[in-house]
């Protein structure tokens, strides 16, 4: 009964910027935190950055003072803002989201990942 749904990946140059978004809806009462993981060929799925609602934002020692995440959450979305691209951020990017619903019960929802593809 939730969906999230991403974009914005895509093919960029070594030293250039993306912007990814996610929305998510559905039955939704509460989102208590959103984020985006990411999983590259041969690596298990990792952390890049999470915002709880009204809270800091987290962020993964290798994407620190590049990317900055955002959320509105009047709309349900998140948005992942990468600069200072390298090639060791390529890989398929997940937004996920901790959302309770109508019936309170917690869990964990996945988008179906965008692919962010760095080149040199």
């Known amino acids: 009964q939730v969906q999230l749904v991403e974009s914005g990946g895509g093919l960029v140059q070594a030293g250039g910027s993306l912007r990814l978004s996610c929305a998510a809806s559905?039955?939704?009462?509460?989102?208590?935190?959103m984020g985006w993981y990411r999983q590259a060929p041969g690596y298990q799925r990792e952390l890049v950055a999470s915002i709880p609602s009204g809270g800091n934002a987290d962020y993964a020692d290798s994407v620190k003072g590049r990317f900055t995440i955002s959320r509105d959450n009047a709309k349900n979305t998140v948005t992942l803002q990468m600069n200072s691209l390298k090639r060791d951020d390529t890989a398929v990017y997940y937004c996920?989201?901790?959302?309770?619903?109508?019936?309170?019960?917690?869990?964990?929802?996945w988008g179906q990942g965008t692919q962010v593809t760095v080149s040199s």
């Open positions: 996920a989201a901790k959302i309770i619903n109508s019936r309170s019960h917690e869990s964990d929802y």
């Open positions: 559905g039955d939704i009462i509460t989102i208590k935190a």
